[in-house]
């Protein structure tokens, strides 16, 4: 099965452009604008694992800060929500054919 990759063309914003206000400072802003190439990445499905840059880097801050190196067989899921989250660490932790108790009524 392969992975929904939405064709770029069918996407309505061909570049974006906005001002915001600094979260420490009232008085600044600041200003982003984004290329069609860049909402054509930022706008597709991502990996289920999260943004491979940012797995990456972060793999990277834990073998500089901790000394772990990723081929020790750990691994690591980003999520952009709480129920991505919960169904990545509850898919970490039972495997298929387990029971688990849960409260009635239960959102899955």
């Given at each position: 099965?392969?992975?929904?990759?939405?064709?770029?063309?069918?996407?309505?914003?061909?570049?974006?452009?906005?001002?915001?206000?600094?979260?420490?400072?009232?008085?600044?802003?600041?200003?982003?604008?984004?290329?069609?190439?860049?909402?054509?990445?930022?706008?597709?499905?991502?990996?289920?694992?999260?943004?491979e840059?940012?797995?990456?880097?972060?793999?990277?801050?834990?073998?500089?800060s901790?000394?772990?190196?990723?081929?020790?067989g750990?691994?690591?899921?980003?999520?952009?929500?709480?129920?991505?989250?919960?169904?990545?660490?509850?898919?970490?932790?039972?495997?298929?054919?387990?029971?688990?108790?849960?409260?009635?009524?239960?959102?899955?």
């Open positions: 099965m392969l992975a929904g990759k939405p064709n770029p063309s069918t996407f309505p914003f061909t570049s974006l452009n906005f001002t915001a206000r600094s979260p420490s400072n009232e008085n600044s802003e600041a200003s982003l604008s984004l290329t069609e190439e860049e909402l054509a990445l930022g706008l597709q499905y991502d990996a289920t694992a999260g943004f840059p940012l797995c990456d880097w972060i793999r990277g801050l834990q073998e500089y901790h000394g772990r190196k990723s081929s020790e750990w691994g690591l899921s980003i999520g952009s929500g709480s129920q991505d989250l919960l169904y990545k660490a509850v898919a970490a932790l039972v495997n298929p054919g387990d029971s688990v108790l849960v409260e009635s009524p239960v959102y899955a």
